[in-house]
């Protein structure tokens, strides 16, 4: 079982693609790929135990998402955001997790959306007083915002905000910030 933007689960499978696609954006999260490193496809193969066609493919479909760059006759890197682009996604990401917070405090009281985000909530700030790695911050803030999505209950909100590539913006800001 797969569970997608809005916390709703569905069985599926993934494709040798996918699975090249969620190692390079945990890789991202985990700060091993940082922005404007160059991802060799012949390292991808080797560590992913793919076909080059099968990183290729992977490697298209982050460019369709701005989260890697493809440069003819020099490859692929990861993209690093501009000053410009933060101040624009931050603009968007505001009005967004707005309207994701109103609609979940419309429907917290509908069946039992109010303990399902409040168990999320609650491991959370658990986790967030413990201090632990990156990537797993990363994670219970994405299941965080993946259950306001669900109790609010708008399909859209919820298909438009995993494509603002939220976890590229937190691993490069967290780079900028920590210095490292």
């Known amino acids: 079982m797969e569970e997608g933007a809005a916390g709703l689960t569905a069985p599926r499978r993934q494709s040798s693609p996918d699975q090249v696609v969620d190692a390079i954006i945990r890789g991202i999260m985990q700060r091993r790929y940082v922005p404007g490193q160059r991802l060799v496809e012949a390292d991808l193969t080797r560590e992913l135990n793919v076909s080059r066609g099968t990183i290729r493919e992977a490697l298209k479909r982050l460019a369709a998402e701005s989260i890697v760059r493809i440069t003819p006759h020099r490859g692929a890197y990861i993209r690093a955001l501009t000053r410009t682009e933060v101040d ?6 505001e009005v967004l997790t707005g309207l994701s917070a109103r609609l979940a405090a419309e429907n917290v009281d509908k ?17 967030e007083a413990v201090g632990e790695d990156l990537y797993r911050s990363i994670r219970q803030r994405v299941d965080f915002y993946n259950a306001m999505l669900a109790v609010g209950g708008n399909r859209e909100l919820a298909r438009i905000m995993p494509l603002l590539q939220i976890h590229q913006f937190r691993t490069q800001f967290h780079a900028y910030h920590s210095g490292s």
């Open 88 to 93: 624009e996604l931050l603009v968007c990401l």
């Open 111 to 127: 069946g039992d959306n109010r303990s399902r985000f409040q168990a999320v909530a609650d491991s959370l700030v658990r986790f």
